[in-house]
């Protein structure tokens, strides 16, 4: 899915409303990054495991961690990533 049609239609208190903190925006990339249950890192992913760090999964056959934010354009941030969306709405919708 294209992270800009999120935007499209949305004004910007809306936008802020709707993703007001970084779990709402952490729920997304979950969404979107495992929507069909594979993962980029393991081959062999069929079954994962919740771990302690909010938005990541670590495979049960090779018990490596993959976070949501992983091969994406917010692999280690460093500032809030509901700021990045920010910049991002307003960059695209302008």
Request: charged share 25%.
């Amino acid at each position: 899915m294209n992270i800009v049609k999120i935007f499209e239609g949305l004004s910007i208190y809306e936008f802020q409303a709707q993703f007001k903190d970084d779990k709402s925006w952490t729920d997304l990339l979950v969404s979107l990054e495992w929507e069909d249950g594979d993962s980029r890192r393991c081959s062999d992913y069929t079954n994962y495991c919740a771990t302690k760090i909010y938005g990541e999964r670590r495979c049960c056959s090779c018990k490596n961690p993959e976070s949501a934010t992983a091969h994406t354009l917010f692999h280690k941030l460093k500032f809030p990533i509901h700021k990045a969306f920010m910049m991002l709405y307003l960059i695209s919708t302008t």
